[in-house]
T-cell receptor, first 118, second 111 residues
Framework: GAVVSQHPSWVICKSGTSVKIECRSL??????MFWYRQFPKQSLMLMATSNEGSKATYEQGVEKDKFLINHASLTLSTLTVTSAHPEDSSFYIC??????????????FGSGTRLTVV | QKEVEQDPGPLSVPEGAIVSLNCTYSNSAFQYFMWYRQYSRKGPELLMY????GNKEDGRFTAQVDKSSKYISLFIRDSQPSDSATYLCAMSRNGNNRLAFGKGNQVVVIP
């Protein structure tokens, strides 16, 4: 159980275009979704936390107008990188949580999306 | 001072050796301590978690937490080439809260 599907696994886009990344919880309802960004050989950097039906909470330094997060249902959250630029190229990972107290079920990660902006 | 410190240096060990990884932290409010394994170009997968201080063993893996020293460890016994991955420590105040991650250690087990 506790499977999170993230796609696409990789995407190449032109500078100035927008890219949408989807994160789905397949067998549980995700009350909270976390979006991370990871640079090569670096740790995960939390970008934002979203709760179903409410606005996402962004970490300091993350542009909310550039990284649009939508968590419209308990099984789907999307991250849209708007007007992408080469510096946005990175590995983006989502994590879904049920709000349950056990971290076994509270933090299931997607497989990540490699975004390359050319 | 960062919340979680993990020396990101790579680690190469021969097959069968014991791998020892550790992290220190500064936030005494952390209660949940986790180790994640991440293969290249994949999302992290939960390996072990411990609530508060103590030891936990799962097969070849042992996690230790010393809250008094704000120090956690992960030991991998009889390491296998399939254990080659990046290992990230993570911790949180409660089971629902956002995680604070260490930088990760890339481990290579040489056959």
């Amino acid at each position: 159980g506790a499977v999170v599907s993230q796609h696409p696994s990789w995407v190449i886009c032109k500078s100035g275009t927008s890219v949408k990344i989807e994160c789905r919880s397949l067998d549980f309802q995700a009350t909270t979704m976390f979006w991370y960004r990871q640079f090569p050989k670096q740790s995960l950097m939390l970008m934002a936390t979203s709760n179903e039906g409410s606005k996402a909470t962004y970490e300091q330094g993350v542009e909310k107008d550039k990284f649009l997060i939508n968590h419209a249902s308990l099984t789907l959250s999307t991250l849209t990188v708007t007007s992408a630029h080469p510096e946005d190229s990175s590995f983006y990972i989502c994590s879904a949580g049920t709000g349950a107290s056990s971290p076994n079920y509270g933090y299931t990660f997607g497989s990540g999306t490699r975004l390359t902006v050319v | 001072q960062k919340e979680v410190e993990q020396d990101p240096g790579p680690l190469s060990v021969p097959e069968g050796a014991i791998v020892s990884l550790n992290c220190t932290y500064s936030n005494s409010a952390f209660q949940y301590f986790m180790w994640y394994r991440q293969y290249s170009r994949k999302g992290p997968e939960l390996l072990m978690y411990t609530y508060s201080s103590g030891n936990k063993e799962d097969g070849r893996f042992t996690a230790q937490v010393d809250k008094s020293s704000k120090y956690i460890s992960l030991f991998i016994r009889d390491s296998q080439p399939s254990d080659s991955a990046t290992y990230l420590c993570a911790m949180s105040r409660n089971g629902n809260n956002r995680l604070a991650f260490g930088k990760g250690n890339q481990v290579v087990v040489i056959p």
